[in-house]
T-cell receptor, first 113, second 113 residues
Framework: GEKVEQHESTLSVREGDSAVINCTYT??????FPWYKQEAGKSLHFVID?????DRKQSQRLIVLLDKKAKRFSLHITATQPEDSAIYFC????????????FGQGTKLSIKP | GGIITQTPKFLIGQEGQKLTLKCQQN?????MYWYRQDSGKGLRLIYY???????QKGDLSEGYDASREKKSSFSLTVTSAQKNEMAVFLC????????????FGPGTRLLVL
């Protein structure tokens, strides 16, 4: 079945720098790739997604890139701020209409002052 | 906007006990999900339901039952709690169709003594 690998388990960047989190997936039929943020002690909060009909999407400081050939997608957080510190999960869909998602293991992002 | 509520927030059980977790959403979403999150790991799908009275197994359904009593509510039962089990159970919902975003509830934290 589909597997989603999140390459960085932890990531530390200096405030103001960019952070990049990379994910790969195995199922070529996957067409929807959301990202979620989990702050300490809280639930998952949707941040941005990308569909397979585009290869780039931006929402304010967040950029998602999708490389379908390499089955790879990434989240770029520009001009990082302390409130960006959290665990970020990538996911890929297994079945478009039912929205079954396979999640990566999560990346703990720390922003250093 | 809408909200997903999960009850209880914390659940302490005994080994072998049957435990029920509840989830309510007022988004009027069609599909609802139950995930399990273990410390340091991603989310694993237990059960999901694409409409009232529908039930679909996820990868982790063994040891659990679920019930979609009505569109707005989805319950999960741990059929026999395992000693020293500790996990967070997350409920999510999604509108069927083009709206792919899954929204998550705050979670129920389970500890089995």
């Amino acid at each position: 079945g589909e597997k989603v690998e999140q390459h960085e388990s932890t990531l530390s960047v200096r405030e103001g720098d960019s952070a990049v989190i990379n994910c790969t997936y195995t199922d070529t039929a996957s067409s929807y790739f959301p990202w979620y943020k989990q702050e300490a002690g809280k639930s998952l909060h949707f941040v941005i997604d990308i569909r397979s009909n585009v290869d780039r999407k931006q929402s304010q400081r967040l950029i998602v890139l999708l490389d379908k050939k390499a089955k790879r997608f990434s989240l770029h957080i520009t001009a990082t701020q302390p409130e960006d510190s959290a665990i970020y999960f990538c996911a890929a869909d297994m079945n478009y209409n039912q929205g079954k998602l396979i999640f990566g293991q999560g990346t703990k992002l720390s922003i250093k002052p | 906007g809408g909200i997903i509520t999960q009850t209880p927030k914390f659940l302490i059980g005994q080994e072998g006990q049957k435990l029920t977790l509840k989830c309510q959403q007022n988004f009027n979403h069609d599909t609802m999900y139950w995930y399990r999150q273990d410390s340091g790991k991603g989310l694993r799908l237990i059960y999901y339901s694409i409409t009232e009275n529908d039930l679909q197994k996820g990868d982790l359904s063994e040891g659990y039952d679920a019930s979609r009593e009505k569109k707005s509510s989805f319950s999960l039962t741990v059929t026999s709690a395992q000693k020293n089990e500790m996990a967070v159970f997350l409920c999510a919902s999604r509108l069927q169709g083009n709206q792919d975003t899954q929204y998550f509830g705050p979670g129920t934290r389970l500890l089995v003594l």
